[in-house]
């Protein structure tokens, strides 16, 4: 019989290159300056790969140290879960490489794709499948390489973006530590809002797509940012009620990276504490579903959270796509 109530977070991982791309680097590529990144978005600088740096490469460096923190060997994971938007390949899925590069050899491998809010979707369904009791241990990753995806002559995107990787693992709980809730929100009829137009089936590569640049991210930012907001609130406010807890249970909240404005936004709506609020976009950019995982193990290590704190986690994404969860370490 099964008798798992729930899963919890045994480690966790983060990994992000080395190469730093600050705001006066931009100025040279875009017509932009420091002052405008700074003041609209809260950006100061991001970590960027070399051309060619395969994400599960980073997304293998973020799972080993989360698979060492939790004491396990890679051939303890029963699964791998990636969440991307930029995967090494279109096919296989980079699941598959990272489960070649660390070694997990009793793992079965895919990725999910939900954008920015990926990670929380893969998590949702870890946790499903080891509550189930159809695997026990999981490595959750969320891991991007935006850059390879970014227009260099749009300034209204270009400057937002990052590239990492962070990971978890997950596993049975015996005690009071778990995933306590999830919930998960889509709505398509906003996918022109932000979105890569090229390489699917609809455009393949072609030399006149690739010329109009259909392979490169597509945003509507205030729109997203409107929509970011609300949805995010919302979804957090579910993530509680599902948990039968309040915001002010939270010992810190951990919304995905985008924009320090909707951070604050956000915070206002949820009267989030100054305390409450975790922010590190500055430092990394918008590395989409890396972001919420990289800002985990950074405020874990940190000693920003520990053993029993509560942790809010809430994410907004393209699809439109949403997410929020409450997990007790
Ligand atoms: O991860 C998924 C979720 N993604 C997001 O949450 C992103 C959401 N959106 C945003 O973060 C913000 O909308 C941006 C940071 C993208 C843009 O900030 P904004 O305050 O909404 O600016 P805007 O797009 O309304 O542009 C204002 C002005 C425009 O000039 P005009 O038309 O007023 O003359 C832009 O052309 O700023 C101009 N602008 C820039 N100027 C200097 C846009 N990008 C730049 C730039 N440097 N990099």
């Not at 227009?151 to 973006?161: H, I, Y």
């Amino acid at each position: 019989m099964n008798d798992i109530t729930r899963s919890k977070i045994l480690g966790s991982g983060r990994y992000v290159p080395e190469r730093i791309l600050t705001n006066a680097d931009l100025e040279k590529i875009v017509d932009t300056t420091d002052e405008w990144i700074l003041e609209r978005s809260g950006i100061r600088e991001r970590h960027i790969v070399e051309p060619g740096t395969p994400l599960s490469h980073l997304a293998a460096e973020a799972s080993r140290i989360a698979i060492q923190d939790a004491g396990l060997k890679s051939e303890d994971i029963d699964v791998i879960i990636l969440a991307t938007v930029t995967g090494d390949m279109k096919f296989p899925a980079t699941a598959c490489f990272i489960q070649r590069l660390i070694g997990a050899d009793n793992a079965a491998a895919f990725d999910v794709s939900a954008a920015c809010s990926g990670f929380l979707y893969a998590l949702q369904l870890a946790d499903s499948l080891i509550r189930t009791g159809t695997y026990r241990h999981a490595l959750v990753v969320g891991g991007e390489i935006l850059t390879s995806m970014v227009n260099w002559e749009d300034r209204n995107t270009c400057v937002l973006f990052g590239d990492g990787a962070g990971a978890v693992v997950l596993g049975p709980s015996t005690d009071e530590a778990g995933i306590l809730s999830t919930f998960l929100g889509s709505d398509g009829t906003y996918s022109d809002l932000l979105y890569n137009p090229g390489c699917g089936c609809i455009n393949p590569p072609t030399v006149e797509n690739v010329s109009e640049k259909l392979h490169t991210l597509r945003m509507e930012g205030r729109e997203v940012f409107r929509h970011a907001v609300v949805a995010m609130s919302r979804a957090m406010k579910e993530a509680l009620k599902r948990a039968d807890l309040a915001v002010k249970d939270l010992d810190l909240v951990i919304s995905h990276q985008a924009n320090l404005r909707i951070i604050e936004a956000l915070g206002k709506r949820l009267s989030l504490t100054e305390a409450q609020t975790y922010v590190n976009v500055d430092r990394y950019g918008n590395t989409s579903a890396a972001s919420i995982p990289i800002a985990f193990d950074e405020a874990r290590r940190d000693g920003r959270i520990g053993p029993g704190s509560l942790v809010g986690l809430v994410t907004f994404g393209a699809g439109f796509t949403w997410a929020g969860g409450v997990i007790r370490l």
